[in-house]
């Protein structure tokens, strides 16, 4: 029972470059959800996704972009990165757009953009 | 602007006492308040949740008490022990999407 499973867990980057922060859920969830963390800021929503093919916008959208191809799967894209996107990144599921269901969140991504 | 907004930043309690931990919302929409727990280097986790028609929820040692009108509502944690040392974060949504957080509040409970 693996829940939320996010690769890599750690990256650095530098300035400019593009990267994939992999995530993939077996729970059969149908919402998905990327977060980024910064210090002392809680939690911002960047892109969530409410099935396959339908993703839109959070909070803090600019600069990654998404794509939901299949139920299980839900890569983030960082294109030419900055150092403003240094965080730690979640990705989070769950089951339904409905009363009484709280999210599952994987371990993170740690990314350093030098 | 913050949608959620939690205090206090940090909270240092000796084993036994009972901290808590505040929330304030501006949305009278959300219908759904959970709180999570955050270990170092973990995602968070769920740790319990209230809806707006309920004044306090329990769950072992862990309390929600809300107040509707003041639009606030917060986390008491009974007998704190070491292992209780965490972040928490408050949040709330509407029909559990699009959920806002507080900014989080590091507990540590000394032995």
């Known amino acids: 029972n693996a829940g939320v499973t996010q690769t890599p867990k750690f990256r650095i980057l530098k300035i400019g470059q593009s990267m994939t922060l992999q995530c993939t859920q077996d729970m059969n969830h149908n919402y998905m959800y990327w977060y980024r963390q910064d210090p002392g800021m809680g939690l911002k929503l960047i892109y969530y996704s409410v099935g396959a093919g339908i993703t839109d916008k959070g909070e803090v959208p600019n600069g990654y972009n998404v794509s939901r191809s299949t139920t299980e799967d839900f890569p983030l894209r960082l294109e030419l990165a900055a150092p403003s996107q240094t965080s730690v990144y979640f990705c989070?599921?769950?089951?339904?757009?409905?009363?009484?269901?709280?999210?599952?969140f994987g371990s993170g991504t740690r990314l350093t953009v030098v | 602007q913050q949608q959620v907004k939690q205090s206090p930043q940090s909270l240092i309690v000796q084993k036994g006492g009972i901290p808590i931990i505040n929330c304030a919302y501006e949305n009278t929409a959300f219908d759904y308040f959970p709180w999570y727990q955050q270990f170092p280097g973990k995602g968070p986790a769920l740790l319990i949740a209230?809806?707006?028609?309920?004044s306090e929820k329990k769950e072992g040692r862990f309390t929600i008490s809300f107040n509707k009108s003041a639009k606030q509502f917060s986390l008491h944690i009974m007998d704190s022990q070491p292992g209780d040392s965490a972040t928490y974060f408050c949040?709330?949504?509407?029909?559990?999407?699009?959920?806002?957080f507080g900014a989080g509040t590091r507990l540590t409970v000394k032995p």
């Open positions: 209230i809806r707006p028609d309920v």
């Open positions: 989070a599921s769950t089951n339904l757009r409905g009363r009484g269901h709280g999210y599952t």
């Open positions: 949040a709330a949504s509407m029909n559990n999407n699009d959920m806002r």
